[in-house]
């Protein structure tokens, strides 16, 4: 089955920095990748997500980019705001239920 | 529209008593998960529902875990004879098919 290692665990940003987080799979056929942020305390909210006809896309300061070759897929947040600062999930999935990643926890520093 | 619901927000049992957390999915949706989220760690997936098939129940941890769906609508997760490992907070999901997941805001289940 799908298996997706997310890479780091953790990381520490300065605001105005841009934070960049990276996943691999292992499934070849997986076709849909999405992006969850979780505040703390709060439920995973999907942010972004991208499917595998395209290689990138954005949103504001959020961008997904995608290596189907490679089975990888990252997140790019640019102009990290205190706001950014909660846990990002990827996830993969190509016809089963998605399978995630173990989680980034982001902390953007004042 | 209306997101996903769960219910109890907050459950607190002692130790080997049963209880059930319930969830209700968005409207349409065929597709619903459960999840256990320890403090601090990732999703940990439990059952899967997806309309009238057979659920996948290959994340229960043990016999003591079940979770029915009745009407392809709410689902009921059932934990007996709790153990203090039991606390976490369960999550459910629901998906119009098998790929966007939207979660509920979950369980907080305290076995004392």
């Known amino acids: 089955g799908e298996n997706v290692e997310q890479h780091p665990s953790t990381l520490s940003v300065q605001e105005g920095d841009s934070a960049v987080i990276k996943c691999t799979y292992s499934?070849?056929?997986?076709?849909?990748f999405p992006w969850y942020k979780q505040e703390l305390g709060k439920r995973p909210q999907l942010i972004i997500d991208i499917r595998s006809n395209v290689g990138e896309k954005k949103d504001q300061r959020i961008a997904v980019t995608l290596n189907k070759t490679a089975k990888h897929f990252s997140l790019h947040i640019t102009e990290t705001q205190p706001e950014d600062s909660a846990v990002y999930f990827c996830?993969?999935?190509?016809?089963?239920?998605?399978?995630f990643g173990k989680g980034t926890r982001l902390s953007v520093i004042a | 529209g209306a997101g996903v619901s769960q219910s109890p927000s907050n459950k607190v049992t002692e130790k080997g008593k049963d209880v059930e957390l319930r969830c209700d999915p968005i409207s349409g949706h065929t597709a619903l998960y459960w999840y256990r989220q320890s403090l601090g760690q990732g999703l940990e997936f439990l059952i899967y529902?997806?309309?009238?098939?057979?659920?996948?129940k290959s994340g229960l941890p043990s016999d003591r875990f079940s979770a029915e769906r009745t009407g392809g609508s709410v689902s009921t997760l059932t934990i007996q004879r709790t153990q203090q490992e039991d606390s976490a907070v369960y999550l459910c999901?629901?998906?119009?098919?098998?790929?966007?997941?939207?979660f509920g805001p979950g369980t907080r289940l305290t076995v004392l």
């Open positions: 499934d070849s056929a997986s076709n849909y």
């Open positions: 529902f997806q309309g009238n098939s057979a659920p996948d």
């Open positions: 999901a629901s998906s119009p098919w098998e790929d966007t997941q939207y």
């Open positions: 996830a993969a999935s190509g016809g089963t239920p998605l399978v």
